[in-house]
């Protein structure tokens, strides 16, 4: 069974400074790799997605996320953050054949000024 | 995503009540799904379509009913409210490109349900 671990529930960054957000998965084939991202009292936004290719994906709003097959992880960064940023992210795993997301439990980005 | 569309929006219902969320998408994607969010939890799958013929079972269905009445329009059914099924309920569709096998998936404003 697929899995997503998110191992920080919540981040607290100051406006301007570079922001890594962790994601861990299991899965034993070529998993399918999203970010995704909430604001309050929003849906959930597509930022970003892996299927194939080159291992660094670019996304809306400035973030990427790069992933690495040897760490199993897919984290997602901005180099500068702004206020507006400051919401639920949430990364999910999918696969070929597999067509049901699997979400990790979120983390809360709190940007200060 | 405004092509995903959900109503009602919020919602206020006593235990033991019938209800109805519902769906609707303009994007013509074949496929649709319902997840419930709670806190901590991240969000989990209780019911998916891959057509009007095909409906399947997600992790979490006990206590839910589904309905699919057009390519369109995908229905989520508490046919007896109970408190733990507060939550804040997302529909989804995807597009899954021929051949391929990668979808992604798109998601509504959400409905929020108070269940007292």
């Known amino acids: 069974a697929q899995s997503v671990t998110q191992p920080d529930i919540h981040i607290t960054v100051s406006e301007g400074a570079s922001l890594e957000l962790r994601c861990n998965y299991s899965y034993g084939a070529t998993p399918y790799l999203f970010w995704y991202v909430q604001s309050p009292g929003q849906g959930l936004q597509l930022l970003l997605k892996y299927f194939s290719g080159d291992t660094l994906v670019q996304g809306i709003k400035g973030f990427e996320a790069e992933f690495k097959r040897s760490q199993s992880s897919f984290n997602l960064r901005k180099p500068s953050v702004h206020w507006s940023d400051a919401a639920e992210y949430f990364c999910?795993?999918?696969?070929?054949?597999?067509?049901?997301?699997?979400f990790g439990t979120g983390t809360r980005l709190t940007i200060i000024p | 995503d405004a092509d995903v569309t959900q109503t009602p929006r919020n919602r206020i219902t006593k235990t033991g009540k019938r209800i109805m969320l519902e769906c609707s998408q303009t994007k013509g994607h074949d496929r649709m799904y319902w997840y419930r969010q709670d806190p901590g939890l991240g969000l989990r799958l209780i019911y998916y379509?891959?057509?009007?013929?095909?409906?399947n079972k997600g992790e979490i269905s006990d206590g839910y009913s589904v309905s699919r009445q057009a390519q369109a329009k995908f229905s989520l059914s508490l046919e007896s409210a109970i408190p733990n099924q507060t939550a804040l309920y997302f529909c989804?569709?995807?597009?899954?490109?021929?051949?391929?096998?990668?979808?992604?998936?798109?998601f509504g404003p959400g409905t929020r349900l108070l269940v007292l």
């Open positions: 999910a795993v999918g696969s070929f054949g597999n067509e049901k997301l699997t």
């Open positions: 989804a569709t995807s597009d899954r490109l021929a051949g391929q096998g990668e979808e992604t998936q798109y």
């Open positions: 379509s891959f057509d009007v013929k095909d409906i």
